[in-house]
């Protein structure tokens, strides 16, 4: 399985794990033996828990497992490649070298190493694309002497430097499935005594295929971890890609709650004073609560559109408003008619019923003007308006069957009379109940471990402090810091958006002063509302996001329920 040829060592281990510690013996003290062996195990114990910690940092893995492959063989130097995405060349992602004082990962701004030539076939003359093509350790005792590969690059790198490559062992790292995920190439090993440079010898080698073995179970469970998380999370873009053709209306708050819902938890996580002195965000706290801002309004998905988009009080697919305006189109051909008829009729009576005609028409034009603006949706409609749309209704006009009937039907009248708004109670209860489906969507799924908060901290913007909020009535105590915080975040996105076909998008200080009076009436956390104006969570956001007539002055200190 092994051969050395003309100082070139190659092969590819495929001895399990007790064996392969077994051979070469004589090359290696026993207890260097078993120094390697606990450094093995610890790199075991290490992978292990760092699939395990938050965040699942690729970056420190490889950094791990680069330091420990360099220190296992006594290597000088190290470096790791990683296939680019096009799986057509390898890039730099990590380099260390002890004498020259180098330590870099990440983009490096170096060429990559190409996988294949010109005609398409396997790259074989770069000794790190022979290992990645072949899958195939290469051990090489001396570089200027090694006549198999072309090392051009790595002798301008040792003139440019003062540097030289004597030793290198390359060693490709492999997924569970055999892809290529890496190949760690280590410089000049260095006898600990001596300090002098020497070959790697057998054991090294085995050593270094063994951990890259492990090392590369742990690199392709990280990333197939990562890779089910941006799964998760294209799941959740296409979901509100879903709403936003649903209905455009909501696109821009499906984005922007999130955001701001990230902001104010931020702030809430750096305050130092107060209740919320001890509230800490961790790295996976974040990422659910980011989470639970993208998914928060999914249950919308479900409700109908022409209820989400419900601009006026007569609309359903289509405003019906003007089937009104038709009507009253009727009442005025009709009155006209019946005046010419009178004039017809009584000739000495003309300019009297002339003048009658104009003042009937006027008035029939007034009250149409008066149903068109209540259909528009308003914060408040008064007793007297919804009294009189009632009077109106109970007119009768002579429909084109020629029946007489009322001017409204109960349907028309109920919603004309909305006081708040657009939708009747009956439309609000569907609209309301997108969170529950949300909720029940949410809760549904199986979270792992580390999102299990997800369905808790999305599903609690419309609770209240007081406990009158829905679905499920919470109290403050009942809630946390996070569901709770994004309360403010969906109102405050809520009050000053712009492209709600039923309502202008409001000020900032208007904005703020509803706010501040929900924060005095029970309805959202006032300890993180006085965050939310103490670190200009408000002025970020609009800075950001606003249009500039909507930026108005702000007197912090005339907002209802804060104290500067």
């Keep these: 399985m092994y051969s050395v040829q003309g ?75 990683r296939p680019m995405a096009d799986r057509r060349q390898l890039a730099f992602d990590i380099s260390v070298n002890d004498s020259l004082g180098i330590a870099q990962g990440g983009d490096m701004g170096l060429p990559g190493v190409p996988l294949f030539d010109g005609a398409g076939q396997p790259n074989l003359a770069s000794v790190a694309a022979y290992a990645a093509n072949m899958r195939r350790s290469v051990n090489i005792t001396d570089v200027y002497r090694d006549e198999g590969f ?60 063994a951990l890259a073995a492990q090392a590369g179970v742990a690199l392709t469970n990280q990333l197939l971890i990562l890779q089910l998380e941006e799964l998760l999370e294209s799941l959740v873009t296409l979901i509100n890609i879903g709403i936003d053709e649903k209905s455009p209306y909501t696109g821009r708050h499906c984005q922007f709650v999130p955001e701001l819902t990230m902001l104010l938890a931020d702030a809430a ?107 528009i949706g308003g914060e408040s409609m008064a007793q007297a308006d919804q009294e009189r749309v009632r009077q109106i ?30 939708l009747t109670a009956a439309e609000r209860a569907i609209v309301n109940n997108h969170i529950s489906v949300s909720i029940r969507m949410l809760e549904a799924l199986p979270w792992p471990k580390h999102l299990q908060k997800v369905p808790e ?53 208007e904005s703020l002063r509803i706010l501040g009076n929900f924060s005095l009436n029970g309805h959202i956390d006032p300890e993180l509302f006085d965050v939310f104006i103490r670190s200009k969570v408000y002025m970020t956001f609009a800075e950001k996001h606003l249009h500039p007539n909507q930026i108005d002055a702000v007197d912090e200190a005339a907002i209802p329920g804060y104290t500067p």
Excluded at 278 to 287: T, V
Excluded at 327 to 352: C, F, G, S
Excluded at 462 to 482: A, N
């Design 7 to 81: 100082g070139r060592y190659t092969g590819a281990c495929r001895l399990p794990f007790p064996y392969l510690i077994a051979i070469n013996m004589p090359q290696l003290h026993p207890e260097k033996i078993a120094h390697r062996l606990e450094q093995l195990t610890e790199l075991s114990v290490a992978l292990g828990h760092s699939l395990g910690g938050e965040g699942h940092d690729i970056g420190a893995l490889l950094q791990r497992i680069v330091l420990l492959a360099k220190s296992m063989s006594g290597a000088d130097g190290a470096t790791l490649y």
């Design 150 to 209: 072309n090392f051009s690059g790595m002798r301008e790198f040792d003139r440019h430097h003062g540097y030289h490559t004597q030793s290198i062992l390359t060693v490709p790292m492999s997924d569970h499935e055999g892809d290529l995920i890496g190949v760690l190439q280590l410089v000049n090993a260095k006898d600990g005594e001596t300090g002098q440079v020497r070959a790697f010898s057998s054991t090294d080698q085995r050593f270094i295929e």
């Design 393 to 422: 209704a109970r007119r009768r006009w002579r429909a084109a069957d020629g029946e007489l009937r009322d001017f409204l039907d109960a349907d028309e009248t109920e919603n004309l009379t909305i006081r708040a708004g657009t």
């Design 457 to 509: 901290y999305a599903g609690g913007h419309h609770e209240r402090m007081d406990g009158k909020g829905y679905p499920r009535g919470l109290t403050k105590e009942q809630m946390s810091v996070p569901a709770r915080l994004m309360a403010i975040a969906d109102i405050f996105e809520a009050l000053t958006a712009r492209d709600r076909p039923y309502k202008k998008g409001k000020s900032l200080s």
């Design 269 to 375: 996580h750096a305050t130092q004073t107060g209740p919320l002195a001890d509230f800490r965000l961790s790295d996976n706290e974040r990422k659910q609560l980011w989470l639970a801002g993208l998914l928060h309004d999914c249950g919308k998905i479900t409700t109908p559109v022409h209820v989400v988009d419900k601009a006026t009080k007569l609309e359903t697919i289509f405003d019906r408003i003007a089937l009104i305006d038709t009507r009253y189109e009727v009442l005025l051909r009709d009155a006209e008619i019946a005046a010419l008829r009178q004039q017809a009729a009584q000739p000495q009576q003309k300019d009297a019923i002339g003048r009658a005609l104009e003042l009937e028409l006027a008035a029939l034009r007034e009250e149409r003007d008066f149903i068109r603006t209540v259909n």
